[in-house]
């Protein structure tokens, strides 16, 4: 039987998380907003670098995450963010160097999830593979070097940040970040319908991915409404992850060498993910219609009034 890793986040835990990652009335400004939760971030990033105690593995999955959370903050100003695509390259870089260790983690959690899913009890060689191969990765590369050499990108990142400027303020400032990401995944679902192709589901994916960014920062404007979409979204953003992971999953499986059962265990693995894949598919383009019904400017009006009244209460 697999075993599945479950982890009960602390009540800490779950109440940080909720209040991280914010918008504050008392941002005198977007760009003091901005450069306060980039500051945040960073700071939690290097903390968990420097945590001696806390598991390698899942360190490096708690500083991707702060890497995306940071490329999400920046995408909502993109377009009054002149340094926007300097920051967003430099930070995506830096985050490329733990993913090779992140990307078989992935799979085993993704193994853990199918087995889940399906009730499918002979996935227990895959993962015993997975997780050796993961091991010999670890023993063979140098985990240390790649965390200090992020550690020290992001030292010079937030020296950085005390500069950060941008050229519009209060909703203009992010009306059109908003709008772009909004628009973006509703096109990429219809494409998403029409070619439900790994790669055209993947972009879809980072589209969703950073409005229920946009949402959680903004959540402040009206929390219970914005709360709940929020958890809508990351819903479809896990459902869409879930695909994408299985897709990364069967590329492996595809060229990978000495798998127990050989050419038919291969065959029979993929075929079953094929087959979560659709299931996950049809999950998502349902709630992505009810989430993404509305034109983006709609959406964006509402989020105005929202952000007005919130300033000026």
């Given amino acids: 039987m697999i075993r599945l890793p479950l982890r009960c986040a602390s009540a800490?835990?779950?109440?940080?998380?909720?209040?991280?990652?914010r918008l504050k009335r008392t941002d005198e400004t977007c760009e003091a907003a901005?450069?306060?939760i980039a500051t945040e971030e960073i700071d939690a990033a290097l903390a968990e670098i420097d945590d001696a105690g806390m598991d390698l593995h899942d360190k490096i999955h708690e500083l991707r995450k702060r890497a995306k959370r940071l490329r999400g903050l920046i995408r909502l100003v993109r377009p009054s963010f002149p340094a926007y695509a300097a920051e967003n390259a430099a930070i995506r870089d830096a985050a490329r160097r733990l993913s090779g260790l992140r990307d078989f983690?992935?799979?085993?959690?993704?193994?853990?999830k199918l087995a889940a899913a399906t009730g499918d009890a002979g996935l227990g060689p895959l993962r015993a593979h997975l997780v050796a191969t993961r091991?010999?990765?670890?023993?063979?590369?140098?985990?240390?070097?790649?965390?200090?050499?992020?550690?020290?990108?992001?030292m010079a990142l937030?020296?950085?940040?005390?500069?950060?400027?941008l050229t519009a303020n209060g909703f203009k400032a992010?009306?059109?970040?908003?709008d772009k990401i909004f628009d973006r995944a509703r096109q990429d679902r219809r494409l998403a319908a029409e070619t439900p192709e790994t790669a055209v589901i993947h972009d879809w994916r980072k589209a969703v991915k950073y409005h229920w960014y946009h949402t959680r920062l903004?959540?402040?404007?009206?929390?219970?409404?914005?709360?709940?979409?929020?958890?809508?979204?990351r819903t479809l953003s896990e459902l869409l992850g879930d695909h994408h992971d299985l897709a990364v999953l069967d590329g492996w499986i595809a060229g990978a060498d000495a798998l127990t059962g050989g050419a038919a265990e291969r065959d029979r693995l993929r075929d079953l993910i094929a087959a979560r894949q659709a299931a996950l598919e049809a999950e998502a383009q349902a709630l992505a219609a009810r989430?993404?019904?509305s034109p983006a400017r709609k959406m964006s009006r509402r989020w105005k009034h929202l952000w007005k009244a919130w300033r000026a209460a």
């Fill in 12 to 21: 800490r835990e779950a109440r940080d998380e909720f209040m991280a990652y």
């Fill in 34 to 36: 901005l450069r306060r």
């Fill in 105 to 112: 983690e992935g799979m085993i959690e993704t193994v853990d």
């Fill in 135 to 154: 091991n010999a990765a670890v023993a063979g590369g140098d985990v240390a070097a790649d965390l200090a050499v992020f550690r020290a990108e992001m």
């Fill in 158 to 165: 937030r020296a950085r940040v005390a500069d950060w400027t």
């Fill in 174 to 178: 992010l009306r059109p970040g908003i």
């Fill in 218 to 233: 903004l959540q402040p404007i009206d929390p219970a409404r914005m709360g709940r979409r929020a958890g809508q979204v």
């Fill in 291 to 293: 989430l993404f019904a």
